[in-house]
T-cell receptor
């Protein structure tokens, strides 16, 4: 069973701090990695995607990928209360089926 | 506005009564997919479609049917719904190769099967 693992949280950080969200995946052949944000009862919203080892920055968000360790993370700088949500890690594990395998998500709480 | 539209947004129905959840996208995407989301289990793929008339099973296809007669529409059919299909359902679409294109999600359909 190919899996994507995330700590369910909640991860609580004070406003203005850096939030670090982590994700590991089981399929060494995975090529594409996505971070989605989901507010309660709403649909997943794409934040970032990363395909190559290293860091990718977009505003306050940085995605980090280490394929050797099968590890992808999302850093949120200057966290705001509006960042409070569940963050879903998704991995394209089966390019033939073009399916995304999702982790169960990490709930982030940013305290004012 | 680029969007994926699902209907209905909410539905309460009874066991065995056939229902269809519609999904339509206006982005001319080739790839469409259905997911269900359950607490603690995350999003799981039900069915997907690479293009018109091309559909295939995902991880949890039992009890569901789909069709793709037009590029923009991808309805999800529950022929004989059961209580274990009570869930939050999302339709998603993506352009051509998923490996370098993210999926765009609809607003979701909350189904309750009594």
């Amino acid at each position: 069973q190919k899996e994507v693992e995330q700590n369910s949280g909640p991860l609580s950080v004070p406003e203005g701090a850096i939030a670090s969200l982590n994700c590991t995946y089981s399929d060494r052949g995975s090529q594409s990695f996505f971070w989605y944000r989901q507010y309660s009862g709403k649909s997943p919203e794409l934040i970032m995607f990363i395909y190559s080892n290293g860091d990718k920055e977009d505003g306050r968000f940085t995605a980090q990928l280490n394929k050797a360790s099968q590890y992808v993370s999302l850093l949120i700088r200057d966290s705001q209360p509006s960042d409070s949500a569940t963050y879903l890690c998704a991995v394209n594990m089966d390019t033939g089926r073009r399916a995304l395998t999702f982790g169960s998500g990490t709930r982030l709480q940013v305290q004012p | 506005e680029a969007q994926v539209t699902q209907n209905p947004r909410y539905l309460i129905t009874v066991t065995g009564k056939k229902l269809t959840v519609t999904c339509s996208q206006n982005m001319n995407h080739e790839y469409m997919s259905w997911y269900r989301q359950d607490p603690g289990l995350g999003l799981r793929q039900i069915y997907y479609s690479m293009n018109v008339e091309v559909t295939d099973k995902g991880d949890v296809p039992e009890g569901y049917k789909v069709s793709r007669k037009e590029k923009r529409n991808f309805p999800l059919i529950l022929e004989s719904p059961s209580p274990n299909q009570t869930s939050l359902y999302f339709c998603a679409s993506a352009d051509r190769g998923l490996s370098n294109q993210p999926q765009h999600f609809g607003d979701g359909t909350r189904l309750s099967i009594l």
